[in-house]
């Protein structure tokens, strides 16, 4: 969204392409890395030279900003209310 709330797309050529027919993308849910020195040291990164571990999206909250934070927090209360029927979350 622009300064002035017109919308773009960052990828215009997919605008009239329905998500469910691109290719799937994931993003980086910042839990955690494990790395050697080494990698470190050459300037490897995670995000080009990684291996991800696949999480379920309703288990995952990017917090970046405020609103991100409370959905973070609705989560919790939401999954420790029901600890005792779903101990396997």
Same mark, same amino acid.
């Given at each position: 969204?622009?300064?002035?709330?017109?919308?773009?797309? &960052?990828?215009?050529?997919?605008?009239?392409?329905?998500?469910?027919?691109?290719?799937? @993308?994931? &993003?980086?849910?910042?839990? &955690?890395?494990?790395?050697?020195?080494?990698?470190?040291?050459?300037?490897?990164?995670?995000? @080009?030279?990684?291996?991800?571990?696949?999480?379920?999206?309703?288990?995952?909250?990017?917090?970046?900003?405020?609103?991100?934070?409370?959905?973070?927090?609705?989560? &919790?209360?939401?999954?420790?209310?029901?600890?005792?029927?779903?101990?396997?979350?």
């Amino acid at each position: 969204m622009g300064k002035n709330g017109a919308l773009g797309s &960052f990828f215009p050529e997919y605008q009239l392409t329905r998500t469910q027919d691109l290719e799937k @993308s994931y &993003f980086d849910a910042g839990q &955690f890395y494990w790395g050697r020195k080494s990698a470190w040291l050459d300037g490897r990164t995670i995000h @080009s030279d990684g291996i991800g571990l696949l999480l379920p999206k309703w288990r995952v909250v990017d917090i970046d900003e405020e609103q991100d934070w409370r959905k973070a927090e609705f989560l &919790f209360n939401a999954l420790e209310g029901g600890k005792d029927e779903q101990s396997n979350i």
